[in-house]
């Protein structure tokens, strides 16, 4: 299965990084690719807010949709979003904001496979590309609110 990691050190406090990967309703504004997200159903367990959201994706003439369940856990500073339902056959993604000197370093990892063995190898080859701008994207947005 193809996956990405990545730790990023940004200049932002890990509270702020976490809640603006938290506010995922506000994708669509500048996560590349991401063209609606729609939060289905929000519930609380012990400290951890979870989320059923549906989030449309298009690059060129791809244009899918997938239903993913979103756990934030507020306390640790951690996000981790399972699979659902759409295209793939596997998808997890965790967010985890650690502490550090100058503000806090992102860990992002995903990892996934396209039902459809066509679907994963076109898609494939850019999706590694759109991870590092997805990532790059976050810290541009923090960027721009904090001058705000």
């Known amino acids: 299965m193809p996956r990405f990691e990545t730790v990023r050190k940004v200049r932002h406090a890990p509270q ?56 934030l856990d507020r306390e640790n500073l951690a ?8 295209p793939f056959k596997h998808l997890e993604n965790r967010w985890t904001f650690l502490p550090d000197a100058a503000g806090c370093a992102v860990k992002f990892f995903i990892d996934y496979e396209f039902k459809s063995r066509t679907f994963q190898m076109l898609a494939g080859a850019v999706f590694e590309q759109v991870f590092r701008k997805m990532a790059e994207a976050f810290e541009a ?6 001058r705000r």
Do not use: H, Q
């Not at 996000?79 to 759409?86: L, M, N, P, S």
């Open 79 to 86: 996000i981790r979003v399972t699979y659902i339902d759409g």
């Open 141 to 146: 947005r923090a960027d721009a609110l904090a």
């Open 16 to 71: 702020v990084m976490f809640d603006l990967v938290a506010d995922v309703e506000r994708y669509p504004e500048f996560v590349p690719m991401c063209t609606s997200l729609n939060v289905r159903r929000r519930s609380e367990n012990n400290g951890v807010e979870t989320l059923i959201a549906d989030m449309s994706i298009g690059y060129k003439m791809i244009r899918e949709t997938f239903t993913t369940r979103v756990e």
